[in-house]
């Protein structure tokens, strides 16, 4: 572990740069696969590209959860998917307003919130066993089948496929890696960064670390809301807290079984009232408005003043 304080922070500082080149890098190449393979942009952001912004979160909490720091990897994902909606999602509202479809909402924010009262109750022992992480892989490939099964119709002209080149396939191969070896690191620096401060690795993991490892997510949905694509944006957000709730900690719990500090509870249910009002203010007049926009985001910045003290 990193013993200097400035050391700690340059390297936490370092690896939310590398995991962002490795994301980048993974979303970019496994997208452009995807619509070689005629998937709409709404199924692209749910699947592909929330599944590559969402490696970092998974890399951190498997780290988190092998060397014995539990709640940094149920907090990271709980205080990703609270940034995700509350920061990013209610922030780009807030500047341009984010359209949505009533297909999404009904299926993929139903899928959200069903997902976080799953999160909630295999939480609700403090502990997340190996069977837990089995229930909630299951519960994931329900939510993948029904992505599939009947798939949005893309408006996109169709593309000609192509074969993947040998440099499509070093992309993903090498963000990938870089995601994992960086993740490592900030799990170091960022209990380093905790020790030394006194703040309880629960409140690191939910605020620094959720918001280091949730880089990708903000990158790719602004990116796709200043180039009037909103389906992608919010989709990416909404199937990356899908991913991080069922995937993530599936993985990471039948991987290793976690113990977690009671605040996990308090902070959950906080989640699943943001994901429910997410839920219905995007599905009134088929947009994020500017000003529910700001109320996400005044609701989560409150919460984390409040975790803080």
Do not use: C
């Not at 999602?89 to 959200?112: E, F, K, Y």
């Not at 009037?228 to 079984?257: H, K």
């Not at 994901?275 to 219905?280: C, D, G, I, K, P």
């Amino acid at each position: 572990m990193t013993d200097s304080v400035p050391v700690a922070i340059v390297t936490f500082a370092l690896s939310i740069g590398a995991m962002w080149v490795g994301a980048e890098a993974f979303v970019s190449s496994a997208a452009g696969v995807a619509r070689r393979f005629g998937l709409s942009d709404l199924v692209v952001g749910l699947t592909v590209v929330a599944l590559g912004t969402s490696a970092p979160e998974a890399a951190v909490s498997v780290d988190a959860a092998l060397v014995g720091n539990g709640d940094i990897a149920v907090a990271n994902v709980v205080g990703s998917n609270l940034f995700n909606i509350g920061i990013v999602l209610g922030g780009i509202a807030a500047i341009v307003g984010v359209r949505s479809s009533s297909r999404m909402v009904r299926r993929d924010g139903v899928a959200m919130i069903l997902s976080t009262v799953l999160l909630l109750a295999v939480l609700w022992d403090l502990q997340v066993s190996r069977l837990d992480g089995v229930v909630l892989l299951l519960a994931f490939a329900g939510y993948l089948t029904a992505l599939f099964v009947r798939p949005d119709e893309s408006g996109d002209a169709p593309t000609e496929p192509r074969r993947a080149t040998w440099l499509t396939a070093l992309l993903l191969v090498g963000g990938l890696a870089t995601i994992v070896a960086a993740a490592h690191f900030l799990v170091e620096s960022a209990v380093s960064i905790a020790e030394t401060a006194g703040l309880s690795e629960w409140v690191i993991g939910e605020t620094i670390v959720a918001v280091g490892t949730s880089t990708p997510e903000i990158i790719a949905s602004v990116t796709a809301a200043r180039n009037g694509m909103g389906d992608i944006a919010a989709g990416n957000l909404i199937g990356s807290n899908v991913f991080n709730a069922l995937f993530i900690l599936g993985i990471t719990s039948t991987i290793a079984p976690i113990v977690v500090v009671e605040t996990a509870i308090g902070t959950t249910t906080w989640l699943l009232f943001l994901s429910v009002l997410t839920a219905v203010l995007l599905g009134t007049k088929g947009r994020l408005g500017r000003l529910e926009g700001a109320v996400l985001v005044a609701i989560n910045v409150s919460r984390w003043i409040l975790d803080i003290l």
